[in-house]
């Protein structure tokens, strides 16, 4: 999130929000392999399941369906959940 606001004598500054959202989801095939991670972008990552854009443990078991996810406003939390 971007604050704007003005300071003395008409000077603009702009203030970055801290707060930034993180994502923990589940990725599962027709067969329920699963796969859960923490995308940068939620949407991007599912995208790049659904397209098979990357190669490997995803692609070799067709995993392109979004079944749960949860959200963060901090990453290392983001993370501790992921490795539960």
């Known amino acids: 999130m ?19 959202t993180y994502w923990v989801y589940i990725m599962a ?4 392999n699963l796969y859960t991670g923490v ?5 991007r990552g599912v995208l790049q399941h659904r397209k098979t ?3 490997g ?4 078991y067709n995993i392109n369906r979004l079944v749960y ?4 406003g901090d990453i ?3 993370i501790r959940r992921e490795k539960e």
């Open 39 to 43: 995308p940068g972008n939620l949407q």
């Open 69 to 72: 996810y949860e959200t963060f």
């Open 2 to 20: 971007l604050r704007t606001g003005l300071l003395r004598a008409g000077v603009e500054i702009r203030i970055r929000s801290p707060m930034k």
């Open 57 to 60: 443990f995803c692609a070799k």
């Open 53 to 55: 854009l990357h190669q």
């Open 29 to 32: 095939s027709k067969s329920l």
């Open 76 to 78: 290392f939390a983001a």
